[in-house]
C-alpha cells in the first residue's frame, strides 16, 4: 500500500498530514490559543508550522531560539540610528502589532526571561507589556503564538514550567508511519517511491539502536536529504553516508557500525 500525496497549492509549502494535527491548528487559530510542538530533531515541526500559515492566510515570523536570546531580542529595544535613539520592534512585537504566527523553535534554548513576556501573551489577556515604551499591545484576532522544543533534550537546566507549558495547547509529533514517510520522502526529494524504501528501512533501523550511543535516530529530513542526493545523480552509498551516517555522530567507531548495518540494510 502507498500514499498518494496531492499537492494542490505550489505557494503553500508541502506537508503530509499524519493525523488531526492541522484541524487542531485551526481550531487554536481561530479560537486565539497558543499551541507547543512536542517532538524530536526533524520530524516536521517546522514545516507545519509553515504549511499551516500559508493555508491559513497569515504572515510568519520565526525565531531560531538559542542560549543568548533573551526578552528584548523578542521585544524590541532602542537603537542608535542617524545620530538619533529610535525603539525597533523585535519579531514578538512585529507580530503582535500587525497580526500573523511568531514561531519559537526550541523556545526551551531561550534565557528564562522570554517567558515573562510569553505569559501574559499566552493566557486570555492576550497582551505584551512594553516596559520600555511604555505600551501595552493588545493582540489581534489573527495573531497567534506557537512554540516548539525536543523533550529529548530537556534537562533540569533546560526545560518548560509547568507554570509555562500550562498556557498552551500541546501537539505530540513524531516520525511518520513507513507509508507516509516513503510518500514525503519522495514528495520532498524526486525519487520513486520505490527506491525511497531503503532509505526508510534504513532510518528506522537507526531510531530502533539501542547499543549506540547516538543522541538522537535518524530525522525525515536527513532520509529526504538523502534521497534528494541520490535523485541529483550521487551514488547511494556516498549519499547515505553524508545525509544520514556522518551527521548522527563524531565517533570513528561509532559511524563504523553505521556503515556497517547501511550495507547490510540496502544490500
Known amino acids: 500500500m502507498s500514499l498518494a500525496v496531492v499537492q494542490s497549492d505550489p505557494d503553500v509549502p508541502f506537508y503530509l498530514p499524519i493525523g488531526q494535527e492541522c484541524a487542531l491548528f485551526e481550531h487554536a487559530f481561530r479560537h486565539r490559543l497558543p499551541l507547543l510542538l512536542k517532538g524530536p530533531t526533524g520530524c516536521g515541526k517546522t514545516r507545519f508550522v509553515a504549511h499551516m500559515a500559508a493555508r491559513l492566510g497569515v504572515p510568519l515570523i520565526t525565531v531560531a531560539c538559542h542560549d ?16 538619533e535613539t529610535q525603539w525597533v520592534d523585535g519579531p514578538l512585537t512585529r507580530a503582535v502589532r500587525h497580526g500573523g504566527i511568531c514561531y519559537l523553535d526550541e523556545v ?6 522570554v517567558a515573562v513576556v510569553l505569559h501574559p501573551l499566552s493566557d486570555d ?25 525536543n523533550p529529548g533534550y ?22 511518520p508511519g513507513e507509508e507516509a514517510e516513503v510518500a514525503i520522502v519522495a514528495a520532498e526529494s524526486g525519487l520513486p517511491a520505490q527506491r525511497c524504501r531503503g532509505l526508510i528501512l534504513l532510518a528506522r533501523r537507526l531510531r530502533a539502536l539501542g547499543d549506540v550511543d547516538l543522541e538522537e535516530g535518524c530525522s525525515t529530513r536527513l532520509v529526504v536529504y538523502a534521497a534528494t542526493l541520490i535523485a541529483g545523480g550521487m551514488r547511494v552509498d556516498d549519499a547515505v553516508r553524508a545525509a544520514m551516517i556522518e551527521p548522527l555522530s563524531d565517533d570513528s567507531e561509532t559511524r563504523k557500525g553505521l ?8 544490500g
Open 68 to 83: 543568548d536570546l533573551t526578552a528584548a531580542d523578542l521585544t524590541g529595544r532602542y537603537l542608535l540610528r542617524g545620530g
Open 259 to 266: 556503515l556497517d548495518l547501511a550495507a547490510v540494510t540496502l
Open 154 to 175: 530537556q534537562a533540569l537546566t533546560k526545560s518548560l514550567k509547568p507554570s509555562t507549558r500550562q498556557r498552551f495547547l500541546a501537539l505530540d509529533f513524531g516520525y
Open 108 to 113: 526551551v534554548e531561550a534565557r528564562k526571561d
Open 125 to 149: 489577556r492576550r497582551v505584551l507589556p512594553l516596559d520600555r515604551t511604555g505600551e501595552t499591545l493588545e493582540a489581534p484576532a489573527n495573531f497567534m503564538l506557537v512554540a516548539s522544543y
